[in-house]
């Protein structure tokens, strides 16, 4: 089993700056990328960044040159940096921790709320 602890949301005013974490523990040998997802109100829940096992990223062009995702394989963690902060930013933000095996071995997390207002 693999269990995701997500911290680091909250409310920021437009152009500030937030961090979130996500930590994997369990049978974390098992983990491939990891990413960030995020879900606002009624809408679908879309890929915001995803770092490979070797480091490799991929981004959303919609926060491309604001968010910075990286990984710390020792502690089986991902963060994002998130920069610039808009306010359609706002949104329930997903750690999801991809396995070897398939996507339906896939782990999200329980989302953690970030808001972007002034």
């Known amino acids: 089993q693999v269990q995701i602890t997500e911290s680091g949301g909250g409310l920021v005013q437009p152009g500030g700056s937030l961090r979130l974490s996500c930590a994997a523990s369990?049978?974390?040998?098992?983990?491939?990328?990891m990413g960030w997802y995020r879900q606002a109100p009624g809408k679908q829940r879309d890929m915001v960044a995803i770092?490979?096992?070797?480091?490799?990223?991929n981004y959303s062009n919609s926060v491309k040159g604001r968010f910075t995702i990286s990984r710390d394989n020792a502690k089986n963690t991902v963060y994002l940096q998130m920069n610039s902060l808009k306010p359609e930013d706002t949104s329930v933000y997903y750690c999801?921790?991809?396995?070897?095996?398939?996507?339906?071995?896939?782990?999200w997390g329980q989302g953690t709320q970030v808001a972007v207002s002034s």
């Open positions: 999801n921790v991809d396995r070897y095996g398939g996507p339906e071995y896939a782990v």
């Open positions: 369990g049978a974390t040998f098992s983990i491939n990328a």
């Open positions: 770092v490979s096992t070797d480091g490799t990223t």
